[in-house]
């Protein structure tokens, strides 16, 4: 099983917390517009405890799968026959994903390596952070050294 999720770096800590009345707008602006932000994919591979990170500028369906594609090539040249990759619920693992995957992988492959790999699917429910290992990866990589960087 792999676990897979995103996560954004920018160029400036989130220091900028607004505070406001209901229905009402905070009095300070957010320069949240003026940052230069990158996405960053985590992988954590479940049974090894492997993990990879890749960074792409946008976080789009077309980069998720991109992503899982190099990923599913890599275990399938390692002799793999089934993987599960979890996900969580956000908009970019949907079907769109899911079927970018599957025409890139038959675009990259012959017809006999594909023939018996098998790649299924597991999103986790809405806001359940705590089943996807990825998350706890990146809550401590944030924690212990994102956060206390100059």
Same mark, same amino acid.
């Given at each position: 099983?792999i676990? *897979?999720d995103e996560? %954004?770096?920018q160029? *400036?800590?989130d220091?900028h917390?607004?505070?406001? +009345? =209901?229905?009402? /707008?905070p &009095?300070?602006q957010?320069? !949240?517009?003026?940052?230069? =932000?990158?996405?960053?994919?985590?992988i954590v591979?479940?049974q090894?405890?492997?993990?990879?990170?890749e960074? #792409? !500028? =946008?976080?789009?369906? !077309? @980069?998720?799968?991109?992503?899982?594609?190099?990923?599913l090539l890599?275990y399938l @040249?390692?002799? $793999? #026959?089934?993987i599960?990759v979890?996900?969580?619920n956000?908009?970019?693992h949907? =079907?769109?994903?899911?079927?970018e995957?599957? &025409?890139?992988?038959? !675009? *990259?492959?012959?017809p006999? %390596?594909l /023939?018996?790999f098998?790649?299924?699917y597991? #999103?986790?429910?809405? $806001?359940?952070?705590?089943?996807?290992?990825? +998350? $706890?990866?990146i809550?401590?990589? &944030? @924690?212990?050294?994102?956060?206390?960087?100059p």
């Open positions: 099983m676990a *897979l996560f %954004a770096l160029s *400036l800590p220091t917390y607004a505070w406001a +009345e =209901k229905n009402t /707008k &009095r300070v957010s320069d !949240e517009r003026h940052r230069q =932000k990158v996405n960053g994919f985590l591979d479940v090894r405890g492997d993990t990879r990170v960074f #792409h !500028e =946008k976080s789009h369906s !077309e @980069q998720v799968a991109g992503v899982v594609v190099t990923l890599s @040249q390692q002799g $793999y #026959h089934q599960t979890l996900f969580d956000a908009r970019t949907g =079907k769109r994903m899911q079927t995957v599957s &025409r890139l992988l038959q !675009e *990259l492959s012959s006999s %390596a /023939k018996n098998m790649v299924s597991w #999103h986790t429910p809405v $806001y359940s952070p705590q089943l996807n290992p990825a +998350e $706890y990866v809550h401590a990589i &944030r @924690q212990n050294a994102l956060y206390h960087v």
